[in-house]
């Protein structure tokens, strides 16, 4: 594939209504690049489990932004991500990045996989989302005033998810970032006693952060219907793994970070968190 015909050919962007994936799409859209969203309600449908939904999704696609729901650290994950990345590169799709994890040693395999396949590859391992508190798993605490989780007084250095969709576009678009493992984090190490600081001031109400135990946090996830694994995610936090700042964002694209409380003003003057 030529190089004018790798700039009009579609990019795949998997997961493209989730958090990352919707941001990478309106990247390239901005960019001009045709951009494919992959998910199960796409006009094109993808679906990771069932392998006949792959081949339409990938026609006549140049470049595909993995991720991998509902985590790369999940069993089954790493055999997923290698049979779609050589199914492929079969099918004349030079470059793969994928949404990783920072500190999780499952979704090193997953990257391993992928990167076997033999396309031009960049790996963005990123801590958790700021969005998180905002467009999935926390929003419900967030408006409720109470952020109840396993994690003590450990910190993590929550990474936007503006940063990520940034980082991603410029791996998808320019071949300086081929070969390279980004790892991202935010500016600060923030502990859930701060982030609830930061949300409280963002929001004008009191948001309270409540420790509990991990049998307790399971019992929640098994109450509202969720994965029981999402609590072992929690692990990445508490045992301080990823308790350190990295420079992923400065490296790819020579800026820094978002910062949280820039994030949590943000987003509390959209309206999302009004109880």
Known sequence: MSTQEQNTAPILVIGGTGKTGRRVVERLQRLGRPARSGSRSSEIPFVWEDKSTWEAALDGVSAAYVTYYPDLAFPGAKEAVGRFATFAVERGVRRLVLLSGRGEEGAVASEDALKAAGGDWTVVRANWFDQNFSESFFLDSVRSGELAFPTGDSVEPFVDADDIA?????????????????????PRLLSFHDVARELS????????????????????LRELGEPEEF???????????????????REALGREPKDFADYAKETAATGCWDA
Do not use: C, M, Q, W
């Open 201 to 220: 001031a963002a929001t004008g109400r009191t948001i309270t952060y409540i420790p509990v135990s991990v049998d307790d946090y399971r019992a929640a």
């Open 231 to 249: 609590a072992d995610l929690f692990t990445l936090i508490v045992d301080g793994r990823n308790a350190s700042l990295v420079h992923g964002v």
């Open 166 to 186: 940034d980082v991603v576009v410029a791996a998808l678009t320019d071949e300086r970032h081929i070969g390279k493992t980004y790892e991202l984090s935010g």
